[in-house]
């Protein structure tokens, strides 16, 4: 991570023969849209007909080796920083069996199309010991594996970490999805949950997400510099600790 995209290649598949080309154009335009936000062209791409529709962008860029960031490296008593809410997995299978209100369906549309863009530029100006995005594997996933390659556990606090609108509710009533429950399977061996945290919560930390945030571990004073030229939506969820028998402990 640390990279700056230079332009973006579409991929789509789409049927051509079930939906209305109107739909397509639609999809196209948005992917246009976002990649004129982050300052690229989009230069070309693939089509196949196909009977579900998808849609993505393969990005080319660069980066200098000196701002490369991995998911390794972050130092004990370094502060967690999430920079999105969580929960888009388990409010796409609300959608999916038509369960999810309209104020939740907008919530989650907003989060997924923004960009990382604005943490991507501030964090380039702080020192950074450790970054990863929060996407398949849940929070706690992106999380496990941080600490692994850094040789350090990690504390978190559930009640600091923001939820989408909809999500604790959602959660509560059994819109769980199977790769979210996959990933808490896991994930069990190497996460202590306090007697607070029951098993919905468990599955919304390892809910996996669609265009999620950064979850950033660095010093508290460049942790502090960052929230506050962020705003309220970027959180503080916990700390690096030292290496002890589970890597994560969540309170």
């Known amino acids: 991570m640390g990279g700056k995209p230079l332009f973006a290649l579409n991929i789509v598949g789409f049927p051509i023969n079930e939906l209305p080309k109107s739909i397509l154009g639609e999809i196209l335009q948005g992917g246009i849209d976002k990649a004129k936000e982050a300052g690229i062209p989009i230069v070309g791409g693939h089509s196949i007909d196909d009977k579900e529709p998808k849609f993505g962008l393969v990005v080319t860029g660069e980066v200098e080796q000196y701002n490369l960031w ?17 929960g888009t997995g388990i409010i796409a299978t609300a959608i999916k069996k038509g369960l999810a209100s309209p104020d ?17 530029e501030v964090l380039t100006k702080l020192k ?23 040789g350090v556990s990690s504390e978190i606090y559930f009640s600091d970490i923001e939820l989408l609108p909809g999500v604790k509710s959602l959660a509560e009533s059994g819109i769980i999805p199977g790769g979210t429950k996959r ?3 896991f ?43 962020m705003g309220d939506h970027v959180k503080i969820i916990g700390s690096i600790i030292n290496a002890r028998s589970t890597r994560i402990i969540v309170k």
């Open 183 to 185: 990933n808490l399977d």
């Open 187 to 229: 994930l069990d061996s190497f996460t202590t949950f306090g007697p607070e945290i029951n098993k919905n919560n468990q599955y919304i930390l390892a809910d996996a997400q669609t265009s999620g945030g950064l979850l950033i571990s660095l010093p508290a004073k460049q942790a502090e510099t960052f929230t506050n030229a």
């Open 128 to 150: 950074v010991n450790a970054v990863t995005d929060v996407t398949g594997f849940g929070l706690i996933g992106h999380l496990n594996e941080m600490c692994e390659n850094s």
């Open 104 to 120: 939740v369906i907008m919530a989650a549309s907003k989060t997924m199309a923004t960009l990382n863009k604005e943490a991507a």
């Open 70 to 86: 991995r998911n390794s490296g972050a130092q004990v008593g370094d502060v967690l920083v999430l920079t999105k809410p969580i």
